[in-house]
């Protein structure tokens, strides 16, 4: 239906020029098409979630803008996230926040969720085809003020630790019922702004209480715990207890799950430089594809340096099996549909460019002719990589190039703008 663009023959030779160093496009759109992309529900809502008489956005995190349209419930959600889902190419997952649960009207406090709140998004994502992952949710909450997991307070840690523990259990039948694992992610806000005195006792608590969270064995064929690292956040800016080396060091010695997020870092840092090391003392990773513009603020994932190194690097070590791909970002100030399909495209877009890299050419020169290796990847930046992208969104019955926007704005006259 989008044929008017010789996407087939523009693919055909761009499969020629790929050929030629090595790349078979064939293959690489086999290994994109299996790749799932996790995609985070909160960017359909600015994160305001389903919980009866549930607070403000809290835990150092914030959405900024209000773009009219905003799912207001889970049915509406829902067909905002089918929407996206049929302007993406290949295969997305639906990532699931703690907060999203339905209760049908009733208060239900975070250390009571059960798999039942749940059952609506698990038929749904199951007469989709799709899988879930799932989220603790320990902020936005009166008892996530400053500490959690970390607090002094053993009522408050017990708290937290009972939520996290449920949400395994749900993320444990999702599962179950889907087949292959739920990525669990654990993120908390604890920290503060200054500096603390008792650093070393506030990561000793947040070590208890995750060991508690794991005490229960599960397999890792249903649910695979990961915990994410932060280096500050809005009123959390000198001090945060799950810090970067306390994440990774919990996580290698629990064999657990690591997640990088993309804005959880200092500016200049590399988020890509780090997946080599972590390859080499974790089993899996996860990552968080998200963009932060001077802090961590979360702006639509677009295909930039960080982002396409990011990609090149788990493409070069060869890991795409131990590693997930999930975006976290959250916009409000644009078309929230649009937020999605642009956040996922890119990614895809990004890890695309990394598989067609010709990885062993490259590894041969650097180590024969480093002037050589320099060369060449500065040419493979202009290889005809848009034609095999169009090729992949046209074999996906999606539209290729920018034609997904008319999609949008279509649904935004007829659904979003009837929203009140
Ligand atoms: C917060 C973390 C975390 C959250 C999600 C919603 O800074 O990135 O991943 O964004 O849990
Ligand atoms: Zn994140």
Not at 42 to 61: K, N, P, R, T, V
Not at 396 to 415: C, L, M, R, T
Request: glycine share 8%; with cysteine.
């Amino acid at each position: 239906m989008y044929g008017d663009h010789n996407v087939e023959e523009a693919y055909k030779l761009a499969k020629e020029r790929y050929a030629e160093i090595g790349v078979d496009t064939d293959q690489t759109l086999e290994r994109l098409q299996k790749t799932e992309i996790s995609v985070h529900c909160w960017q359909g809502d600015d994160f305001h979630g389903f919980e009866e008489g549930g607070g403000e956005l809290s835990g150092g995190i914030m959405a900024t803008g209000n773009y009219e349209g905003r799912a207001r419930n889970p049915e509406e959600l829902r067909q905002d996230y089918e929407k996206a889902f049929s302007l993406i190419p290949g295969r997305q997952r639906a990532n699931i926040h703690a907060i999203y649960l339905e209760t049908q009207g009733k208060k239900v406090e975070r250390d009571e969720i059960e798999i039942r709140h749940f059952t609506g998004w698990m038929d749904w994502a199951q007469e989709l085809g799709i899988s879930l992952d799932f989220n603790s949710t320990i902020f936005s909450h009166p008892k996530a003020e400053g500490y959690t997991l970390a607090n002094y307070d053993e009522g408050i840690r017990n708290y937290w630790i009972e939520h996290a523990k449920r949400c395994r259990k749900i993320g444990q039948e999702m599962g179950k019922r889907q087949g292959n694992p739920c990525m669990l992610n654990h993120w908390i806000p604890d920290g503060s702004k200054e500096y603390p005195m008792d650093s070393i006792e506030r990561r000793q608590l947040y070590t208890e209480s995750m060991d508690k969270i794991l005490s229960e064995n599960i397999p890792k064929k249903e649910l695979m715990d990961c915990v994410e690292s932060k280096l500050f956040g809005i009123g959390m800016e000198s001090f945060t207890v799950g810090s970067a080396e306390m994440c990774f060091g919990y996580a290698a010695s629990r064999n657990i799950v690591l997640t990088y997020d993309l804005g959880h870092f200092h500016p200049t840092e590399s988020v890509a430089d780090k997946i080599s090391s972590s390859l080499l003392f974790l089993d899996h990773i996860m990552l968080h594809t998200s963009r932060g513009v001077r802090w961590d603020s979360d702006h639509v994932v677009i295909q930039n340096d960080d982002l396409y190194h990011l990609m090149q690097e788990v493409i070069r070590c060869n890991a795409l099996e131990r590693v997930s791909v999930g975006l976290d970002f959250f916009d409000a100030s644009i078309n929230r549909i649009a937020a999605w399909v642009i956040g996922t495209r890119s990614t895809q877009k990004a890890l695309l460019n990394a598989l067609l890299e010709p990885v062993t050419l490259l590894k041969k020169l650097e180590k024969e002719d480093v002037t050589e290796r320099f060369a060449l990847t500065e040419e493979c930046k202009n290889m005809p990589v848009n034609a095999v992208w169009d090729y992949f969104c046209e074999i996906n019955n999606v539209p290729v190039g920018i034609k997904w926007i008319d999609d949008v704005k279509k649904y935004e006259h007829e659904i979003l703008l009837n929203r009140g």
